[in-house]
């Protein structure tokens, strides 16, 4: 069975700084892409970031850019997300997910494009 655990969330103020991470187990993603996508209260769900299946490229959400670092240990069959300068605005479910393999780079900003999802954790930023 596979399984997409995420950890790492918490509360924090605004400014401060989070790692998440999401450990796969059941298989391994070694050749697919890694996403975050994000869910608030009453809000769809939105793309954060994602990462290809070596760690050699990445593309993030403009409200992210600048702030958070996607990146992954393969090793480890683990994601990660360093969240730096927080915003009460980043409040929200924290998700990840494995692409399907093959999918092309211009639709990994779509849920469509992932196959496997993780039950989140919850990021709350303090004003």
């Known amino acids: 069975q596979v399984q997409l655990v995420e950890s790492g969330g918490g509360l924090v103020q605004a400014g401060g700084s989070l790692r998440l991470s999401c450990a796969a187990s059941?298989?391994?993603?070694?050749?697919?892409?890694m996403g975050w996508f994000r869910q608030a209260p009453g809000k769809e769900r939105e793309f954060v970031a994602v990462i290809s299946w070596g760690g050699g490229t990445t593309d993030y959400a403009d409200s992210v850019k600048g702030r958070f670092t996607i990146s992954r240990d393969n090793a480890k069959n683990t994601v990660y997300l360093q969240m730096n300068s927080l915003k009460p605005e980043d409040t929200a479910v924290y998700i990840c997910a494995a692409a399907e393999s093959g999918v092309a780079w211009v639709r990994l900003r779509l849920g469509v494009a992932y196959r496997y999802w993780g039950q989140g954790t919850q990021v709350t930023v303090s004003s």
């Open positions: 059941g298989r391994t993603f070694s050749s697919n892409a």
